[in-house]
């Protein structure tokens, strides 16, 4: 259990939440059987308690929603709101005992769920992903390893992987300590504006005109 999964206080953050939640409500993403990924950062923690009122207000259930397994994602399995968990890893306790515990929380592996060449590569048949990104360009290219320094500081994991989704979200402020994060140009790149669909951040929805 660590920070990374305490749901964000900060106002800016959660105005960008509920534009994720709402540009997956309005642009058609959220109906009946739909699948979605979202991270343990705070803002992916509020998206979720946002996109679970949606979903219950308009009585609408996901297939499955891919892990990274919290607390949030199993209170969605457990109430009905999605039919499968498909866990990568489990970030708190409440994940760890849901593995245990309900049949439909699953254990993958990520040389499964992001083999471009495997039968089980989830990736591809996400509806809709949601990411964060270090920089993003005004050509929507994104940065997810380093700072504007140039200092690598992240490990990349299945970022690059989770490009391949239907619908990519990049859910950033527009800065952090004083550090703008809308660049003319990325300090590095990791993965191309083509693959971006959308850039969320507290000043509003910016979606690719590619």
Same mark, same amino acid.
Request: negative net charge; proline residues 3%.
């Given at each position: 259990?660590?920070?990374?999964?305490?749901?964000?206080?900060?106002?800016?953050?959660?105005?960008?939440?509920?534009?994720?939640?709402?540009?997956?409500?309005?642009?058609?993403?959220?109906?009946?059987?739909?699948?979605?990924?979202?991270?343990?950062?705070?803002?992916?923690?509020?998206?979720?308690?946002?996109?679970?009122?949606?979903?219950?207000?308009?009585?609408?259930?996901?297939?499955?929603?891919?892990?990274?397994?919290?607390?949030?994602?199993?209170?969605?399995?457990?109430?009905g709101l999605t039919e499968f968990i498909l866990d990568g890893q489990s970030f708190d306790?409440?994940?760890?005992?849901?593995?245990?515990?309900?049949?439909?929380?699953?254990?993958?592996? !990520?040389?499964?769920?992001?083999?471009?060449?495997?039968?089980?590569?989830?990736?591809? =048949?996400? @509806? +809709? /992903? &949601?990411?964060?990104?270090?920089?993003?360009?005004?050509?929507?290219?994104?940065?997810?390893?380093?700072?504007?320094?140039?200092?690598?500081?992240?490990?990349?994991?299945?970022?690059?992987?989770?490009?391949?989704?239907?619908?990519?979200?990049?859910?950033?402020?527009?800065?952090?300590?004083?550090? !703008?994060?809308?660049?003319?140009?990325?300090?590095?790149?990791?993965?191309?504006?083509? =693959?971006? @669909? +959308? /850039? &969320?951040?507290?000043?509003?929805?910016?979606?690719?005109?590619?």
């Amino acid at each position: 259990i660590s920070g990374t999964t305490m749901l964000t206080k900060s106002p800016d953050r959660l105005l960008i939440a509920e534009y994720i939640a709402q540009f997956v409500e309005e642009a058609g993403i959220m109906k009946d059987g739909f699948s979605f990924q979202a991270g343990a950062g705070g803002i992916n923690l509020a998206f979720l308690e946002n996109i679970k009122r949606r979903m219950k207000e308009r009585n609408i259930k996901a297939k499955f929603v891919r892990g990274g397994s919290t607390k949030y994602l199993v209170d969605m399995l457990e109430e009905g709101l999605t039919e499968f968990i498909l866990d990568g890893q489990s970030f708190d306790l409440e994940g760890v005992r849901s593995l245990r515990e309900n049949s439909n929380h699953l254990n993958t592996s !990520p040389f499964t769920s992001y083999n471009f060449h495997g039968k089980g590569n989830f990736a591809s =048949m996400l @509806d +809709v /992903v &949601i990411l964060g990104a270090t920089e993003v360009d005004i050509n929507f290219n994104a940065n997810v390893v380093t700072h504007s320094d140039g200092y690598l500081l992240h490990g990349i994991g299945g970022w690059q992987d989770c490009m391949y989704a239907k619908c990519v979200i990049l859910a950033v402020p527009s800065f952090r300590d004083r550090v !703008p994060i809308i660049v003319d140009e990325v300090t590095t790149l990791c993965a191309p504006g083509e =693959m971006v @669909d +959308v /850039v &969320i951040t507290e000043r509003g929805i910016a979606i690719n005109p590619v």
